[in-house]
Structures are given as C-alpha cells and as structure tokens.
C-alpha cells in the first residue's frame, strides 16, 4: 500500500509500476489534471466523495485557458477540466458506474447531521451518534453595518463577530474549536488572534475533510438582501452556497455556533434562515441570543439615526462620533479630577520634530489642519499623559491618503513618549478599555 497526494504518485511508484487499485478519497475536490496522473499508474479506480461539497479551487486563469482548449479540441463536457472533480467527471463519463451511498454517518451529533439529512441528502443518511444535551447555539450581533471591506484586498471582515468570539473561546471546555468563515481574511484575523493549539481559524474550503469538537461559524456578512429585481447577488449565492454550508455544519462534531448579523437572523427564504428556524425549533427560541458585545458607535448606524440626532440636536456641526467618545470621557474622568482632556489640539504644538523624517511627514505634522482627537494631560503638571484617536473606519482604513497620515502621526508622537490609542468605530466596549487606558495613569 501506498500513501500519496494525486500529485506526487508517479514519483513515489517505482518506474513502469502498475497498482492493482488507486483509491482517490476527497474525489470532489480532485482536479481531472492531477487525477489523470495518478490513473496512469493503476489497473482499476475507487474514487470515493461527496458530490454534496465542495469542488476543487484554481486559478481563474488556469480555468480559462482550459476552457479555451477544450472549446478548439471540442472536448465532451464530462471531461473538461473547468467544470469537473474527478468524481463528478466519472459519473457523468460512465453512466453505468457502480454506485455505493456510504449511509452511516458518525462524525456529528445526531442534532447536527439531521439538518444537513435533510437538507442536502433526502434523509439518506443514518447518524450512528447519540445526542448528549443541546449541539446547536445561535448568536444575533446588535443592530448595525458590521462587516467592513478587506482594505489591502478582497473580501469582507467582521470585527464584532470577532469580537463576539474572543467572549466564547473562554467559556468552552472544547479540546478543539474550529472557527470558520467564507471569507479569507476574515479567516486570517481571527487565525492572527486565537490561533492556539486548541483553536483553529481558517475557510470552508480548508476544513473540508476534517472535523472539530466544537464550530465556530462566522458567517461576517451585514444580510442577506437580494436586489430589487428579485435576481440573488454574488454576495448572496456565495454565503448562501449549499455546498459550503454543508461542509461548515458538518465540521462540528458536538456543538455548531453561528453567530449572525441582526438582519441574517431575521432574513427568510434562505439555508441560513432555515439552519437558524431548525435550530429552534429543535431547542427552542432560547437556543437564539442576542449578543452583549456594544459599543457606543452603535447609534451611528442608520437604525439609530433619530435617536442620535435627537440626542446632539444642539451640536450639529461636530463629528458624532467624537461627540459620543466625549459622553464616555466626561463619565470616566469623573473619578479622576487630576486628569484633564482637550479636543482637537494641533499636532505640530505637541511634538519636537526630530531630526531624520521626510518633508513629507514634516509637511503634515506642522500643517494646521492636522490635529489629535483627544489630548489627556495632568491638570497640575500640565503634563501630556496620552492621546486617544477615533477612527471611523470609511475615513481611516478605507481610505490610503488617511491611512498613511495615521502612521506619520502614531510615529511622531511615539518618538515624544506621548502613548496614542486608536478606537475604531467597529470596534466595541470602549468603556472598559478606556478604563482601563486611565488606570495605567492614576496615582
């Protein structure tokens, strides 16, 4: 017997070696190129996979190019390499290939697998588990856009989910969590904050094949709105992909958590929803919580826009969100009567511009215009004890121009030894870190 990737199995075959049997597991992720290789080397083929989840990923480039050949050299659908696994090649190739539905299913809780049954396998499957207590969790995020675009690339993040699961992590016994989510560099943030040798972060694509004590679903998208003309977004065919909601469910063998934005969870008409109405009905609605995870932007999305106009009526020219930071300051400093703050003071009279920066970040220091949010200082000493920078993140991470003023203001005021601390608006619990910023400060 031998052990190999479809790759590399001519390589690790003696030359001219012929098998008897070449079994190729995870066939719906078999690309037909690699898989071709492996069968010149083998008398007979297993190929053994889930038609249910997930095809291979490849270059877009390799798949036009593909498309291109196979279009000149009229190559029947069933073998072209674009639109086929080798388990879906073979089936729709040979019509009359034998067919085995592997039935019994024992990686998941009964309560797991049984959505998965039904939804994606006609009630084929046979769990051979047994449930032991609740195995489906839901988490609603509080009103408002959380996911933001990806400001170096691609994609969506989510940093209240993120957020919502740096409070789950502590409260589990698990001996291994998966946190998964459609989006790369959602993956990535969470893989940068809890990776451990006990919690994983990555795709749906990666954890095909695998599985975990416990799933973390981060599902990162605002809703699940459709367009006006009824025709369903890329957005929306993307998370709401059958085969990769199949495999994300199935990962978890003993508990699946999703955590949902407000209006997913209250979306109709979709695998999501149908997941969520599952869940509860299974468990009840208290199986559904909405999360405690706030933050005092939260009035700024647009499901609050009356509240905070009436709330600032009579300060319409200044930035709300500075005008909501000032609310949580007042409150704090209020046990801090040798602490005092301004809004709003010029960068340039702060700092010493030492000696070694560009004209560039010269220029900008000493401009007018260029200010830092929040200066705290000690009343009696007069001496500058931080700053604290508010950052709305269309302004400071959307935007290059900003971004880099950033770094040439964090830069110049770390060099004066006057700390500056960043809170972005989807960020959360700015009271308790801004509690926490004063106790490093307080006698």
Known sequence: M?????????NNAPRGFCFDYLIIDEASQGDLLSSTLAMSCATNLVVVGDSRQLQQIDEEMLFEQSELLANKHEVPEAYRYSSNSILKSVKDAVKTVPTTLLKEHYRCAPDIINFCNQMFYNGELVAMTRNEGNHLQIIKTVEGNHARSNPSGSGLYNQREIDEIALLLPENNSKSVGIISPFRYQADLLTQQFASETVEADTIHKFQGRQKEEVILSFVVNSLDQDPNKEKSRLYNFVTNEKLLNVAISRGRKKVTAIVADKVYHSENNIIS????????????DVSRE????????????EHSNALLAKYKNRPDKHKTELLMCDIIDELLADYSYIGYAMHTRLGSL??????????ERKYIL???????????NKASKAKLFVLEVDGIRYHEQDKKQSVHDRIKDKILESNQIPVYRFKTNQSNEKQRLKDILKVFSH
């Open 2 to 10: 031998v052990l190999s990737t479809s790759q590399s199995l001519l």
């Open 274 to 285: 149908d997941f969520i109405k599952y869940a509860e009905y299974l468990y009840g609605t």
């Open 291 to 302: 999360s405690t995870v706030t933050s005092v932007f939260d009035l700024l999305y647009s």
């Open 351 to 360: 700092v010493q511009v030492p000696e070694g920066i560009t004209e560039a």
């Open 367 to 377: 401009h007018p215009w260029a200010h830092v949010d929040f200066l705290f200082y």
